[in-house]
């Protein structure tokens, strides 16, 4: 009898165990796809309550070689309402886990902004005043990279802004955010010219200036099986596109060289 209560106490306790961590799945998972921007449903009427939104301005940055700074805005949904009407907070004054050290040294003297949910740029020029912002479209800018040279820096300078933008809701959970395709743009110093240099349903992994030929290399990764995931099972491909003439960027490993990597590959156990 003592055993059976024993055994019975046991398989409770890994029953239990069990629901626990059911019900753990059931609650967290949900959260780990509800961050970034929530779109509003085609759906939704008029009658329906808004969240409130707290507006986040970065720390501002000269763009050299021209008289605009660049002040980052990142928004974020308050969890409790304090009424209507959009608020405004610096950077310093919220999280700085999240909205903290806007901008780090990045290759070819370029600056990369790391202003962590980073929605829109605002291109103020110092000189007339005038004021634009970088996009009219809800948008998560994932990654932002402008020139900044030191008087020490020899080399050749590229006069270019090479950003890549989450425009779209591209795994149609109603978020914009990490696991989104971001679509890659050359632009010129305005920020008002862009040209997309990558093709749709990718992220940017890096990218790499060849300075004797004018262009640029990028390692893209495709969502080569259509899951609507960007992973380590997808296809990344190298694509090259020239600076003074930008387009969409062309794959430069050939089916011959990939044959011939998957033939090396198979031999190994």
């Known amino acids: 009898m003592r055993s059976k209560l024993i055994i019975a106490i046991i398989a409770g306790g890994i029953l239990g165990s069990l629901l626990v961590l059911s019900l753990m799945y059931f609650f967290e998972k949900p959260s780990s796809r509800t961050s970034g921007l929530q779109l509003v449903s085609n759906d939704s009427t008029d009658n329906e309550p808004k969240n409130q ?115 779209y809701d591209t795994n149609a959970d109603g978020y914009i955010n990490e696991l989104d395709a971001e679509k890659v743009y050359l632009s010129d110093l305005s920020g008002k010219n862009r040209i997309g240099i990558t093709p749709d349903n990718t992220q940017l992994v890096d990218w790499f200036i060849d300075a004797p030929t004018n262009t640029i290399l990028m390692k893209v990764r495709f969502d080569s099986n259509n899951d609507g995931k960007f992973d380590y099972y997808d296809d990344i491909e190298i694509l090259k596109t020239a600076i003074s003439s930008p387009d969409i960027g062309k794959i430069i490993i050939g089916k011959e060289i990939k044959n011939s990597i998957n033939k090396i590959l198979n031999k190994i156990q």
Not at 99 to 105: A, F, Q, S
Not at 127 to 149: C, G, K, M, V, W
Request: charged share 20%; aromatic share 20%.
């Open 53 to 167: 939104q707290l507006l986040v301005y970065g720390n501002y940055m000269n763009l050299d070689s021209t008289n605009f700074l660049l002040i980052p805005l990142g928004m974020k949904t308050l969890d409790k309402p304090s009424g209507g009407g959009l608020r405004s907070k610096s950077s310093d004054e919220y999280e700085t886990s999240i909205y903290g050290n806007d901008y780090r040294n990045f290759k070819y003297n370029f600056y990369s902004l790391s202003f962590n949910n980073c929605n829109n740029i605002i291109f103020y020029n110092k000189i007339n005043d005038e004021t634009h912002l970088l996009l009219q479209t809800p948008a998560i800018i994932s990654q932002f990279y402008f020139p900044y040279y030191d008087e020490e820096y020899k080399g050749k300078k590229f006069w270019f802004i090479l950003m890549a933008i989450r425009e």
